[in-house]
């Protein structure tokens, strides 16, 4: 059925009869129907760890918009989280982890790519949900990508500064390897299980990269997705990957080196530049200016046909926002802006 | 004097027998004899609004490093502060706007560029300082850029989100941009007044530009600071200009369009690349990432290596950082980087 799929066709730069769509966090805190089950939940982590509540939230939007792919309901966070660090979330602060890495010796007991088994509940849930969704609808699966993933576990919690990963990334490169290696394995585990279960496209958020040094991506960040890109096409060449660095704007050629499917594409970033730069190899996706879901129904329709009409005629188009969506969007707004990527 | 300065030849792209170094925020909260100052004043707008206090900060990093440019000790805030919105600075949270913009009335009742006389203490500060510096060193003055400005006073503090700005640059752009021309002719009457003062080179510091897209900043950010490099130049064309864009590094082509005649750049840009992009029609400041100053001697000495490096052997470069010195940086730190510059 998923051969049809447009998501997947546009995944795979194939022809298509106009340009899929799907939202950044579709299911989130913008939706009530998402906002009465979290209250249901208690706690996000606990609605991230029951199957049948991350099914009925990943299905919401679903139900209500005409998208062309859903995404499993998870956190970037869920491995750090195996691995013994101790994730919750502070509301108004985002995520905190009770025992932050603060020594080497701490990265060389993390356990291995085994604690995945840890998150059966991530797996369980992609499968309740594949069996719940439309047949003709693709299941994205995701990960943080190691970098991300690294600086949460270094920082402990949100940062702007980034001053202990910076400070592992000069003075103990060697200690930070062992660590973005470590989650590396994990991460192919993790997403092979992932896809397991039943997702039909991966896409690794490496929300952090784009605060580094083009050397330091290229050492500590890209070189870790590559890999994992790499395993995944070896074990599961059907299955298409999908990698986003927020404010990576100006690496994407590196990036579109790498044998990944598409690249996520910010906002920042001009379409029809990185059309022209990397469309003839990966597959884009992306990249409204998520603040337009706050302005007008014309102004959405204007910049939809914007963000169309810079892409070009081509193949190989997933639209989308160029970050996650915010809470404070009215889901009418969605709803305009989906009409016009199908109008 | 300064016709010899290694900084003011280094933004003439003129020949120089070394690299010329400053530092942004070079003077603050790093420098213990700064917070002893800032104690003394009791509250910074206390210290910016004290001319002799002013100075005395201005000087403290002359006295202590080898740099070849002081900048003015000022806020980027103080013209919508002279415009009546009320800035203050809270411990922790930054800066903050007793009275926001909150509608079309406010913009069109802002003071025109006539309440620039207000900010007399600035200039009176640039004064003292020139009378009290080095002659042959130069003292660089600044102002925010009208989109970085505007962005304050449309949020009233700092944000991540920019939500308030956005939603006027997609729902009232037309009274948006009469506040960006508002600024933007006191922002010229500013640069102007700092320059009858004695500063002998002017920045602009566009600290939010980065987080348009492409279009947004094409239309909101950029052509108001070309107006202003352009007055400046046809009025005093012997005083450099020096733009610079915070996660502009996707637009640095355009910048280097306006007439400007150097820009600053961020750690997450490629010297190298941007040296070969726009190095034969402007000068460049930067890159040093600033966590570079938190790392081992030895690390700061190879990185400060690879950025004279990367820019090459033209003329045209001034070795910065890519953004502020942070408070916890050790300054025997700036020290061991200053000398690596020089040597």
Redesign the interface.
């Known amino acids: 059925m998923l051969e049809k799929s447009l998501f997947i066709r546009a995944l795979r730069r194939q022809p298509v009869s106009r340009t899929p769509v799907w939202i950044m966090r579709q299911a989130g805190r913008y939706l009530p129907e998402y906002l009465a089950v979290r209250k249901q939940a208690g706690d996000f982590m606990t609605l991230c760890r029951t199957p049948e509540l991350a099914c009925e939230v990943t299905l919401q939007p679903l139900r209500r918009f005409e998208l062309d792919a859903a995404i499993l309901f998870s956190d970037i966070l869920t491995i750090p989280d195996a691995m013994g660090l101790g994730l919750s979330f502070v509301e108004h602060e985002g995520p905190k982890f009770a025992n932050p890495i603060r020594d080497v010796s701490m990265i060389e007991r993390l356990p291995g790519a085994d604690c995945i088994e840890d998150l059966r509940y991530v797996f369980d849930a992609a499968k309740l949900i594949r069996q719940n969704m439309p047949a003709d609808l693709p299941l994205i699966g995701f990960s943080g990508s190691p970098w991300t993933l690294a600086c949460y576990m270094l920082e402990g919690q949100s940062t702007r500064?980034?001053?202990h990963a910076?400070?592992w990334?000069?003075?103990e490169p060697l200690a930070l390897h062992l660590l973005l290696n470590k989650l590396t394995d994990a991460v192919i585990v993790y997403l092979g299980q992932q896809i397991e279960a039943g997702v039909n496209a991966v896409m690794l958020f490496d929300t952090w990269g784009?605060?580094?040094?083009?050397?330091?991506y290229q050492t500590f960040s890209l070189p870790y997705m590559a890999k994992i890109v790499q395993a995944l096409k070896a074990k599961y060449p059907t299955i298409p990957s999908i990698m986003f660095t927020k404010?990576g704007?100006?690496w994407l050629d590196a990036m579109a080196n790498t044998g990944v499917d598409a690249l996520g594409v910010d906002?920042?970033?001009?379409m029809a530049y990185v059309s022209r730069l990397v469309g003839h190899k990966v597959a884009l996706q992306g990249n409204l200016?998520p603040?337009?879901l706050?302005?007008?129904p014309a102004?959405i329709r204007e910049?939809v046909k914007?963000v169309l009409s810079a892409f070009g005629s081509g193949p190989g188009h997933i639209f989308n926002l160029g970050h996650g969506i915010?809470p404070?969007v009215p889901p009418d707004n969605v709803a305009v802006m989906i009409e016009a990527v199908r109008a």
Request: proline share 3%.
């Open positions: 500064e980034f001053k910076f400070k990334a000069y003075d784009g605060v580094l040094t083009p050397e330091l404010g704007g100006q906002w920042t970033c001009d200016n603040a337009v706050r302005a007008t102004v910049e914007k915010t404070d």
